[in-house]
């Protein structure tokens, strides 16, 4: 089956329409990502079709979560995960790439360029230390390992009544316990990813 398919089948048993050259956008990613991978080791997925469920479809879970949001900041990005997705299926969503790593942030700078994606901007900065000018309607993360550490490190960049998503596996009953008294949990909500035979969750913070 080829890239095109599995992702168009994908979109379809998620309710996502997204036309034919969002789509492209999409696999020329894919083909991107592992053209840079095998030289840079970006993400443990090797496989373009695995990459489609892992990569693409996982991040398009947290699209209904969005919501009205004008402004996205993806923390700790790596290979642009689940930034670079959301912002092809979301072009009036102003998408910020965040990572420390200078060769994912090149690898980004790049996909942005030969993607056209005029709503991304890359930022190579520490999160703890990073001042934006703005704050952000939504911060989401995929690579943090711990609930604490994201919202002790990233809890300055979100906008006032703004949320923090958290993506994870198994739903994180222990890391919720830990949370700092800054912020509470609204919401743990379960993700279904088509094909993917694996739990997913998105943990809502707020300022408390």
């Known amino acids: 089956m080829s890239l095109e398919t599995r992702l168009a089948e994908g979109l379809a048993a998620m ?55 004008r402004t996205l900041l ?6 642009g995960l689940p930034g670079i997705p959301l912002a092809v299926a979301r072009p009036s969503l102003a998408v910020t790439l965040l990572d420390a790593n200078h060769k994912k942030a090149t690898f980004l700078r790049q996909a942005k360029g030969e993607l056209a994606l005029d709503n991304v901007q890359v930022i190579c900065e520490r999160v703890e230390t990073w001042r934006p000018g703005a704050a ?6 995929r690579a943090f390992a711990d609930l604490a550490l ?4 990233a809890g300055h960049l979100v906008a006032p009544g703004g949320t923090m998503l958290a993506m994870k596996g198994v739903n994180p009953r222990e890391e919720l316990a830990g949370i700092p008294p800054t912020h509470r949990v609204e919401n743990v ?15 809502f913070l707020k300022a408390a």
């Open 15 to 69: 309710g996502l329409d997204l036309d034919a050259d969002r789509q492209a956008k999409l696999v020329a990613y894919l083909h991107l990502l592992e053209k840079w991978n095998k030289v840079h080791n970006l993400t443990a997925i090797r496989e373009p079709a695995k990459m489609v469920v892992l990569h693409l479809l996982d991040s398009f879970a947290v699209l209904p979560h969005v919501g009205l949001a």
């Open 136 to 141: 952000f309607d939504i911060v989401v993360s």
């Open 74 to 79: 993806d923390v700790g990005t790596g290979a």
């Open 150 to 153: 994201f919202v002790s490190q």
């Open 189 to 203: 909500v379960e993700l279904h990813v088509p094909t993917l035979d694996a739990q997913r969750h998105l943990v």
